[in-house]
């Protein structure tokens, strides 16, 4: 199972949007809806932002939301501020319970 | 308050073992699927190991063979034994327990494993 392709870097300045894409195969992104995002910033817990496509967790700021249109799924972090800045990944069920990441992108704000 | 707390790693050897544990507390541990992911210094997170509450558990390539994830429900903990270790398995290794939509949430502190000679 290969990982899910990201890119590896995207940047914007504050109070801007950035959509940092996730794209899989028919095999997993494609196939369900259990796509999930999650923020890490070097030496924390990771921390998840979004789960199945586009739900949010209690907690995490409606600056950012998921998306999927075929094979790629999409974060979209909207009012960009200082602390956004971190690495983020995306994670898809790939079926016969296996599991695969993204590569990561990390995002930076100018 | 929902918390994951990893111990157990270290240095060993090119073709040694070790055993991560992964203590739970805040919430009804039996009950979750569990999960192990890794993060290789300068690289991404990758899905390690897998364990339904029932017991049953699960793999990628990479790691198959070589790697068992079990659980102790009445200590709340679980564990992922690492047999023939390789340069390439040096990395912060996170429990997380599944929640929603097979999200993971939340995830441990990590705990670092370093195979070297």
């Known amino acids: 199972q290969s990982a899910l392709t990201q890119p590896a870097s995207v940047s914007g300045s504050p109070g801007q949007s950035v959509t940092i894409s996730c794209t899989g195969t028919s095999s997993d992104v494609g196939s369900y809806n259990l796509v999930s995002w999650y923020q890490h910033h070097p030496g924390k817990a990771p921390k998840l932002m979004i789960y199945?496509?586009?739900k949010r967790p209690s907690g995490v700021s409606n600056r950012f939301s998921g998306s999927k249109s075929g094979n790629t799924a999409s974060l979209t972090i909207s009012g960009l501020q200082a602390e956004d800045e971190a690495d983020f990944y995306c994670f898809s069920y790939a079926g016969s319970s296996i599991w695969v990441f993204g590569g990561g992108t990390k995002l930076t704000v100018l | 308050e929902v918390q994951l707390v990893e111990s157990g790693g270290g240095l060993v050897q090119p073709g040694g073992s070790l055993r991560l544990s992964c203590a739970a507390s805040g919430f009804t541990f039996s009950t979750y699927d569990m999960h192990w992911v890794r993060q290789v210094t300068g690289k991404g997170l990758e899905w390690v190991s897998g364990i339904d509450s029932a017991g049953e558990s699960y793999y990628p390539g990479s790691v198959k063979g070589r790697f068992t994830i079990s659980r102790e429900n009445a200590k709340n903990t679980l564990y992922l034994q690492m047999n023939s270790l390789r340069a390439g398995d040096t990395a912060v290794y996170y429990c997380?327990?599944?929640?929603?939509?097979?999200?993971?949430?939340?995830w441990g502190q990590g705990t670092l494993v370093t195979v070297s000679s």
């Open positions: 997380a327990r599944e929640t929603d939509g097979g999200s993971f949430d939340p």
């Open positions: 199945e496509v586009s």
